[in-house]
Structures are given as C-alpha cells and as structure tokens.
C-alpha cells in the first residue's frame, strides 16, 4: 500500500508540470482562423477556412521570401476536396514546394459545411525533419509568428489576399472537464470510465502515450463508456475525445 502511494505521489507530482498550452483561435482574416494545441510532445492545428479556394499558413514566419520555412498548405483538384500538405517556402514568389520527406502532419478530421472547411491535424512538437524545415513547437510560454494566404481557386496557384501575424501560447485550461466530461477512476489499472455530457451521445476516445503514439481508441456512447486499460504500461498518458470537430484531452495515469 505505501508503494503503491508514494508512485501515486511521484505520478501526481511529475503531471503538475505536464502542462498544455493554446493559442487560442486566431483570427487570420474574415473567413479564416487557426488554433494551436501543445502538450508535452504533440502540438494539434485546427484551420478553419473557405472550402471553395485553398488557404496556407508559414510557422515561424514573418516573410514568405524567408527560404526554408516550414508552410501549411491545404489545396485540392475539385471543390470541396482539399487535403494538408507540407511544404517549405523557396524563398521567393513561387508556391512553397512538397517536403522530400513524408507529411509530418496527421490529419483526424477534415470536413465541410456550409461552404466552410474545418482541418484538424497533429503531429509531434519536434519532427526532427531539417531538411523540410519542420518549425519547431514550445510546450510553454512562447510567441508565435505566422503568415497567411487564401488561394485565389481551389488548387492555390495564386493568392487572393495574405498577410502576418503575431501570436502567444499561453498555459490552456483542462478543456476535458470544462466541456462536462467525467473521466475515473484516475489513476486507473484496469478499467476506465467516461462520463458524456447531455450534449453527446457518442464520443471517439483515443489514449495517448508521452510519446504521441495512440495506444487506445474506439467509440464510445453514454451506455457503453468503459475502456479496458489493463494491458498499458504503467505510466503518464493523455486522453482525448473527439466529437462534431471538437475536441477535449485531460491526463491520464494508469498504475
């Protein structure tokens, strides 16, 4: 029992500085926002644009004519089918040019309504991709450059308006129990329960490693909210719920 007490301690401890950080949602221009969410190991973008042109965004960018620099960039063939790429920009007028390397980001929602696209993607704080000019994200007080264009039509061969900005990550309320979401018990061992809010039926639920690898994830529903954890190792993890392009993460400790 006084083990099994101290490692909750120690746990508790080392969470109390796992904290996540958010810009909050940033308003670009009419028509087109943006949103960053760090944890200690992931940072998740959410763009919020016109679905009929493309629309990109430069991290850590005060200029486009900067070679190098790491760029968004969310284009399609058709109307309606528009996909992330990453880019990084040549350092002149031309379109920023696909990444030797695979795109770091890891798009979990992409949807349209109402002529509006909402694009949800993760990926790790530090990719470690060099070559493509990967900006490198602070999980903590931190300023944020960034640029931004809206294509003239959907395939973005040309801009129709950008223009800079400045930003900050500031340290981010548990948006998980701010939205009405009951999460125990926690520290868990075997298994764990979610309580919705009247506003969900059905949930998506992943669960996190410190490493950002997805360990757990399946549907969830207000009658069926039990997720078995008895076979993760024993450590710090994050949950996070997805539902109607929302989402909320809380910390999680399995023992």
Known sequence: MKNKLLLFIVLCASFATAQNYSTGVITLTTGYTVKFDTNPTTVTMT?????????????GMTSMFTAGGDCAFVSGTTTGNATLTDRRFSGGAAQPALDAAPNNWTVTSNTVTSNVRTLIATRALN????????????????????????????NFSNHSSRGSTTSSLALSNDS????????YPNPADSIL??????????????IIDILGK????????????????????????FVKVSADDKFYTTKLIIQ
Do not use: C, E, H
């Open 47 to 59: 763009m919020v644009g016109p679905s009929t042109t493309g629309f990109a965004l430069g991290l």
């Open 214 to 237: 997805t360990v757990v994830s399946r549907s969830i529903t207000s009658l069926d909210n039990k997720l078995n954890v008895s076979d993760l190792v024993a450590g710090n993890y």
């Open 127 to 154: 990719t470690g991709d060099t070559a493509g000019g990967d900006f490198v994200f602070t999980n903590g007080p931190s300023t944020l450059n960034l640029i931004w264009a809206i294509g003239s039509s959907i």
């Open 176 to 183: 998980f129990f701010l939205a009405g979401f009951k999460l």
């Open 193 to 206: 329960a979610i309580d919705l809010p009247s506003d969900y039926d059905a949930v998506q639920v992943q």
